[in-house]
């Protein structure tokens, strides 16, 4: 059987551990938003038509803060579009998604929707079709008391205190030429900073995203983040990442292995912003917010759900409704561990999406809501993830793969909580040929017990939740674990995520 050995120490600590670094993303993309937050004719629908099954299963998820409303949709998006009376409201084309936004749930909704679920709202804004100005506005609208235009116009939409928002993202995925406006480093760069800037004329304490690369291997990484945050270091406070995984090919070995890349895209980016600040003997730091993570089957987006034609422009469309397996759940599960493992330097993430679409939590419309395998992973490591990230030493037998050469069969990160006393342990085995016996050192914390244990695994690497067997894979106790003298032993099974709270 194959080993590896960890060892644990409260002493080395990576970082605090932000929770916004559990954050979701709701974009107005397929039924992500319409027949999937909110349905009105659904039975367990409330008075506002938002589905109180779906409520409860954010909830549960645990997700804090929420980025909204795109995605590559804000890049078209007219914000005033969804304010004011709903029967007044326009219903536009989405070019991002070739679907028609009816505007029927919009900033006041979704807002209203965050306070049942119970997380906070970041806010992005377009910079593709749009500007300063239009940034302005919405800043205006949404967060000054009262006494101006835009602040009387939502006190007469129905609110009267401000939405509060404090952490915005200036644009999405600039770099792609697939965006609305898409531009070059530079002019986006020049613009990003022009509305940093005059966002701060406004409130100097907003919390500013400038668009990093929309992942790790467009043609521009690298020179891209640079060339963005020469213009705008001094004005914005995180650089966005982005990264999608998928198992290509059947390589299933490197899929497993994505946290690598995931790792070495945080690694790269944090070295470039710290280039920047080098160059300009800067004392301030730029962090990143990963605001979009997932295993996503893009390639079947583009071959399979793609919608065109000049007359054929669906409201709310099945679109990215990709039905997760244990495999990807253990990858995902994984992609977390790397994130906890920058606690650092990853102030912020946002789970990409959080209902139908690339999501933990399906519907169907007038039917049930059920949990994908991601969900589990992404609950309990919610949960039980507080206080630190610790630098667990990892020695383990390593594999082979195509995409990133020789890889660890273990990967695990720590979370300490001083207050409670309280460390959790999430692990994932890659090796797919049978077990791997894992023992931790766990001296370093003094007298502990194990307190829950959690697996993700299944004979069947393939299985998942779905409408008809909504429940098929869930987790279940590691009854393998064994604390004796200081050292935790687990057996891991092939292709599997675990989580060990200890206190
Ligand atoms: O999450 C789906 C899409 O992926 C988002 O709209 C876009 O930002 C990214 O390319």
Redesign the pocket.
Known sequence: MATAHLTIDPHFSVGTIDRRLFGG?V?H?GRHVYDGIHEPGHPSADADGFRTDVIELVRELGVSTIRYP????VSGFRWEDSVGPREERPRRLDL??HSTETNQVGLHEFADWLEKVGSDLMLAINLGTRGTAEALDLLEYANITDGTTRAQQRIDNGRTDPFGVRMWCLG??MD?P??LGHRSADDYGKLASQTAKAMRQIDPDLQLVVCGS?NAHMPTFGEWERTVLHHTYDDVDYISC?A?YEERDGDAGSFLASGVDMDGFIETVVATADHVQAVKGSIKRIDISFD?W?V?Y?QRYHDVDRIEGIDNWPVAPRL?EDRYSVLDAVVFGSLMISLLKHADRVASASL??LVN??APIMTEPGGPAWRQTTFFPFSITSRLAQGRSLDVKIESEKYDTKAYGEVPLVDAVATHDEETGRTAIFLVNRAQDGPTTVTIDVNALGLVDVRETHMLSDDDIHAANTLEQPERVGVAPNYSVVLDGGVLTVTLPAVSWTAIALG
């Open positions: 993303f974009e993309l795109g995605g590559n949709f991002a998604w999405n995925e792609g697939w965006q929309s982005h999608y979009e997932n996503w893009n990215l990409a999406q679409v690339i």
